[in-house]
T-cell receptor, first 115, second 114 residues
C-alpha cells in the first residue's frame, strides 16, 4: 500500500505571497491532519479534515486554511506569507472512523522557506 | 491540558551502547494513547509504537523496548545495541481518548557514532 505523499517537497516563496501544499493520504484513509514543524515551536497541530469537513483545529491564525476533496486528498493554503511560516509542513492520515486505537501515518513533508 | 516532556534534547552514544530516551506526559484523561515516532533526516515521521492507557505491559520489538509506567506518567524508549542507522530525532506523543488531539514532545536527537 502506498504511503502518504506530499507535494511539492520543497518550496521557496517571498513574504506576502501565498502557497498551497498538497497531501494524498493512504488509500482508504479519510482523515488528514496537518502539522507545522519548526525548530523553535516543534511539532504543532494545524487542523484535521474528515469527509471534506474540518473536524479539529489548532491554534493558528486564519491565514492558514485547508480543504479536503471527495477522494480524501487535502490541500492547505497559507496566505500573506511571513518569515515565521518557514517550516516543515507534515501531513498525516488515518482511517478517521473514530476507532480509538488508530495510528496516524505521516508523509515526508513539504519544506517551505519564506524569504 | 495535555503535555509531553522530553527532557533530553540531544544524546550521543557510540555504536553498540544501549540508550534510553525519556518521555513524561501530563493528562487528565483516563483514556489516552502514547506514541513514539522516529524522524530520520529525510523528514518523514516513522511510527514505532502505540500504547493505550489501560495497557501497562512493556513491549519489546527486536532491539527496541518500551517501558510504560502510569505511576510516574512515563513512557520511556530503550534501544539496545544501538546502530548508526538509529541516528534520528525521536518524538514521544500523547493523544486523547478520541484520538483527536495529539501533542508531541520537543523530540530527542540521537546520534550514534561508529
Amino acid at each position: 500500500k502506498a504511503g502518504v505523499t506530499q507535494t511539492p517537497r520543497y518550496l521557496i516563496k517571498t513574504r506576502g505571497q501565498q502557497v498551497t501544499l498538497s497531501c494524498s493520504p493512504i488509500s482508504g484513509h479519510r482523515s488528514v491532519s496537518w502539522y507545522q514543524q519548526t525548530p523553535g515551536q516543534g511539532l504543532q497541530f494545524l487542523f484535521e479534515y474528515f469527509s471534506e469537513t474540518q473536524r479539529n483545529k489548532g491554534n493558528f491564525p486564519g491565514r492558514f486554511s485547508g480543504r479536503q476533496f471527495s477522494n480524501s486528498r487535502s490541500e492547505m493554503n497559507v496566505s500573506t506569507l511571513e518569515l515565521g511560516d518557514s517550516a516543515l509542513y507534515l501531513c498525516a492520515s488515518r482511517t478517521g472512523t473514530g476507532h480509538v486505537a488508530e495510528t496516524q501515518y505521516f508523509g515526508p513533508g513539504t519544506r517551505l522557506l519564506v524569504l | 491540558a495535555q503535555k509531553v516532556t522530553q527532557a533530553q534534547t540531544e544524546i550521543s552514544v557510540v555504536e553498540k551502547e544501549d540508550v534510553t530516551l525519556d518521555c513524561v506526559y501530563e493528562t487528565r484523561d483516563t483514556t489516552y494513547y502514547l506514541f513514539w515516532y522516529k524522524q530520520p533526516p529525510s523528514g518523514e515521521l516513522v511510527f514505532l509504537i502505540r500504547r493505550n492507557s489501560f495497557d501497562e505491559q512493556n513491549e519489546i520489538s527486536g532491539r527496541y523496548s518500551w517501558n510504560f509506567q502510569k505511576s510516574t506518567s512515563s513512557f520511556n524508549f530503550t534501544i539496545t545495541a544501538s546502530q548508526v542507522v538509529d541516528s534520528a530525532v525521536y518524538f514521544c506523543a500523547l493523544s486523547d481518548g478520541n484520538n483527536n488531539d495529539m501533542r508531541f514532545g520537543a523530540g530527542t536527537r540521537l546520534t550514534v557514532k561508529p
